[in-house]
């Protein structure tokens, strides 16, 4: 059981858009479709921004979006704002009830 | 509202054990799953595993397996997570973290999260 796959950092001027990507396999990522997405401000707890690969909780603006093809999910932000500026997490399914998570990507707002 | 409070910062030494707990409150404790996760300085989130407080079962990572001891006390509404064996890798922010009622994959609400600092 592996990390997912998270380039360490991504970055967007305000207004732009960014996509985070995270890499499993057929035996996490590509095979289910419980992939959710987790947004860290520094000294604070995790908060959902995705889950199911696509939804969106309850409060979360809609510039953020989630999607998969194949062993990749992605995490979009549109208009970039500067409170999106934060360590974002993928996490999926990865079968035999088990829970992965990405290393995480530090999103820079420029 | 829902909320979990966990309890507070933790010095141990290596070899030593540590408890964390989870108070849970605003929901029916036994209806959801609770996840534990944790967190190195600087580092990416890590899952532990998680616990059904209703029946009990738990689920260990492998990484965890055999180190790691999941509990719940339903009159109170708090969940355990007990690490044994600390070593100065173990030095972590360890949250607790609520699944939703239709599907135990992801966590909808999250602990304020416990430092546990291994140390000699």
């Known amino acids: 059981q592996s990390a997912l796959t998270q380039p360490p950092s991504a970055s967007g001027s305000p207004g732009q858009s960014v996509t985070i990507s995270c890499t499993g396999t057929?035996?996490?990522?590509?095979?289910?479709?419980?992939v959710s997405w987790y947004q860290q401000h520094p000294g604070e707890a995790p908060k959902l921004m995705i889950y199911e690969v696509s939804k969106r909780p309850s409060g979360v603006p809609d510039r953020f979006s989630g999607s998969k093809s194949g062993n990749t999910a992605s995490l979009t932000v549109s208009g970039l704002q500067a409170e999106d500026e934060a360590d974002y997490y993928c996490s999926s399914y990865a079968g035999r009830n088990n829970l992965v998570f990405g290393g995480g990507t530090k999103l820079t707002v420029l | 509202q829902v909320q979990l409070v966990q309890s507070g910062a933790e010095v141990k030494k290596p070899g030593a054990s540590v408890e964390v707990s989870c108070k849970a409150s605003?929901?029916?404790?036994?209806?959801?799953?609770m996840h534990w996760v944790r967190q190195a300085p600087g580092q990416g989130l890590e899952w532990m595993g998680w616990?059904?407080?209703?029946?009990?079962?738990?689920k260990y990572a492998p990484k965890f397996q055999g180190r790691v001891t999941m509990t719940r006390d339903t009159s109170i509404s708090t969940a355990y997570m007990e690490l044994s064996r600390l070593r100065s890798d173990d030095t972590a922010v360890f949250y607790c973290a609520r699944a939703p009622y239709s599907s135990n994959w992801y966590a909808v609400y999250w602990g304020q999260g416990t430092l546990v600092t291994v140390s000699s």
């Open positions: 616990i059904n407080p209703n029946s009990g079962d738990t």
């Open positions: 057929s035996s996490d990522v590509g095979g289910y479709k419980f």
């Open positions: 605003g929901f029916t404790f036994t209806d959801y799953y």
